[in-house]
């Protein structure tokens, strides 16, 4: 079965640090690049960070560049978000997504169910 | 930065109505515009891609149009299955969301 399974969410104090893992099967995981796009609670949905297939180049929005980094392992079929110096309003559904396309136009044809990150003393 | 508008922001209809939300970007996008639904606890679930493509398993009822800065995407008749949350993205320049438009029960 065609899949993405996110985890790694909890609670987690203001300016501390955590790490989500996607765990991709039933396709070639090297051959697409990924992503994650948050959703805070009754909110829309945000892009967040996307990595090419092979890794070796990744993306940021502004609100996340230099605080989180994203990275991928192929022999494991999985994609990573390190999220570190983390703030309230970085509470949200952190969703892993399959991206499809070419030359960096790419939209998310498939989802991970999403995982939780509360950022709260 | 791109910014996708949408509107409605929410929409009222019946089953059976044809239902039409806009999308509009900030500058020309081409057709790299996807559009996604959402229902509630749920991730997206892709239904357009390319402005016009429908994604494979997507009822033929759904459709998507447009170009440039401005697209639609068209139910022609609405089933209760379809109430959710629609959101398109903009895929031209990075990555940018617009911000929903709720379908709900009249």
């Known amino acids: 079965e065609v899949q993405l399974l996110d985890s790694g969410g909890g609670l987690v104090q203001p300016g501390g640090s955590l790490r989500l893992s996607c765990a991709a099967s039933?396709?070639?995981?090297?051959?697409?690049?990924m992503s994650w796009v948050r959703q805070a609670p009754g909110k829309g949905l945000e892009w967040v960070s996307s990595?090419?297939?092979?890794?070796?180049?990744?993306y940021y929005a502004d609100s996340v560049k230099g605080r989180f980094t994203i990275s991928r392992d192929n022999s494991k079929n999985t994609v990573h978000l390190q999220m570190n110096s983390l703030r309230a309003d970085d509470t949200a559904v952190y969703y892993c997504?399959?991206?499809?396309?070419?030359?960096?136009?790419?939209?998310?044809?498939?989802w991970g169910r999403g995982t939780l990150v509360t950022v709260s003393s | 930065d791109i910014q996708m508008t949408q509107s409605p922001s929410t929409l009222s209809a019946s089953v059976g109505d044809r239902v039409t939300i806009t999308c509009r970007a900030s500058?020309?996008?081409?057709?790299?515009l996807a559009w996604y639904q959402q229902k509630p606890g749920k991730a997206p679930n892709l239904l357009i891609y390319?402005?016009?493509n429908l994604a494979s398993g997507v009822p033929s009822r759904f459709s998507g149009s447009g170009s440039g800065t401005e697209f639609t995407l068209t139910i022609s008749s609405l089933q209760p299955d379809d109430f959710a949350t629609y959101y398109c993205?903009?895929?031209?320049?990075?990555?940018?969301f617009g911000q929903g438009t709720k379908v709900e029960i009249k």
């Open positions: 500058q020309s996008i081409s057709s790299w």
């Open positions: 990595i090419s297939n092979g890794g070796g180049n990744t």
């Open positions: 997504a399959k991206d499809r396309g070419d030359n960096l136009n790419w939209f998310f044809d498939l």
């Open positions: 039933g396709f070639t995981f090297s051959s697409y690049a």
């Open positions: 390319k402005a016009s």
């Open positions: 993205q903009q895929y031209n320049t990075y990555w940018t």
